[in-house]
């Protein structure tokens, strides 16, 4: 999505009947980041990550320490992250990220959200030439170190661009260096709110409010589901 779409996420995720359908979302990541890399955060880039994202969203830390638990359970779901891809009402480029333990049941489920919103699903691969991978890092903005100061502290380490909203920071980078900005931000003392790797549209495209009210109605069906950890599109 547009980069100005992110800071319009923090009043999306309360659409999401906050904590019923967050908190097993980022317990799912927390369990197979743990499951891929092992249950050590120091150790696992991924993992950390995924348990500072939790704790922003003031996850209780009995949540988190299950979500370990489950991590090296025998009898737990084997989850596979699958991205399906479609096109929106008036022709929006939608991908979506899933982790699920039955490709069958979710597929079903994705394509009769597509179907009965306007939409329709494209072949794996068709609209991944049409976004960047991107690592995206936001935080309060520091007190102690101004705009021009931090870039030129992080550009070693990887950064691309850093934007402001209001009282949010976001720092872009390639996913590649999604290690070494963490470090850089870790090591200047700045709090990361949230961290992950995003999908970045190459060539955003500008609606309406009554068009963005359509595309919006299959985005939350998307959203709403368990197995659909996250959502991108080509929106500006």
Known sequence: ???????RRASKEARWDKMSKLF??????????????????????????????????????????????????????????????????????????????????????VRAYFSKNGGTMVPTGSLEFMFSRKAVFEFDPPENLSRDDLELELIEAGLESLETYDDAWFVYGDRANFGSLAKALED???????????????????LSEEEMADVEKLIDRLEDDDDIQAVYTNIA
């Open 1 to 7: 999505m547009g980069r100005a779409f992110e800071y």
């Open 24 to 109: 097993p979302k980022l317990a799912k990541s927390i369990t197979m980041a743990a499951r891929e890399g092992g249950a050590d955060p120091e150790m696992n880039a991924r993992l950390r990550t995924a348990i500072m994202n939790a704790k922003a969203q003031n996850m209780p830390k009995d949540n988190i320490k299950a979500a370990l638990e489950r991590a090296s359970g025998k009898d737990t779901a084997d989850y596979a992250e699958i991205t399906y891809e479609g096109k929106g009402p008036h022709g929006v480029l939608i991908m979506a990220e899933a982790a699920t333990d039955n490709n069958t049941r979710t597929i079903a489920n």
């Open 188 to 206: 200047k003392a700045i709090e990361v709110q949230k961290a992950s790797l995003k999908r970045i549209a190459l060539n955003p495209v500008t």
